[in-house]
């Protein structure tokens, strides 16, 4: 990584080893893209009515010399599966109350997504061969 690397806590107390734990999950990334040009992860409770433990929504920005990739692990509205006779409800599941599984699964999707990155900028997608072509040697007509 280029420039340093930018941990943010909104709306909770970030401890040292959280940060430590979060500064070589980055450090792995270079593995990834090694022309990371810098990266900056917030890590957040997003209010404190919970019922059921703390929710953690992390965010990954890494900027690349082509672009920026922005990887968000947030609450999702989904629906649930309908069963015969029961109407169709929404509802808004969070993916992540532990923040060490949290932090750990926002930094494997950026690993992914700068792995198709790295793909993409060295041009090693996949394609197609062509579709053979041939030549018309004679034509037949009916008689």
């Known amino acids: 990584m280029i420039l340093p690397l930018q941990i943010t806590f909104k709306n909770m107390k970030g401890s040292e080893s959280v940060q430590e734990w979060i500064r070589e999950e980055a450090g792995k990334l270079d593995t990834f893209y090694s022309r990371i040009m810098a990266c900056r992860v917030t890590v957040e409770v997003p ?21 920026e990739l922005v990887i968000k692990h947030e ?9 015969l006779g029961e109407a169709q409800h929404m509802e808004v599941s969070p993916p992540h109350r532990n923040l060490h599984v949290a ?12 792995q198709d990155y790295a793909r993409r900028q060295d041009r090693r997608i996949k394609t197609h061969a062509p579709l ?11 008689q």
Do not use: C, N, W
Request: net charge positive.
């Open 75 to 83: 609450p999702s509205v989904r629906k649930r599966p309908r069963r």
């Open 103 to 114: 932090i750990g699964d926002a930094f494997k999707a950026a690993g992914r997504r700068l």
């Open 132 to 142: 053979p072509e041939g030549e018309v040697q004679m034509t037949f007509t009916e």
């Open 47 to 67: 209010h404190r009515h919970h019922r059921k433990g703390a929710r953690y929504l992390v965010r990954i920005d890494l900027t690349l010399p082509g672009g």
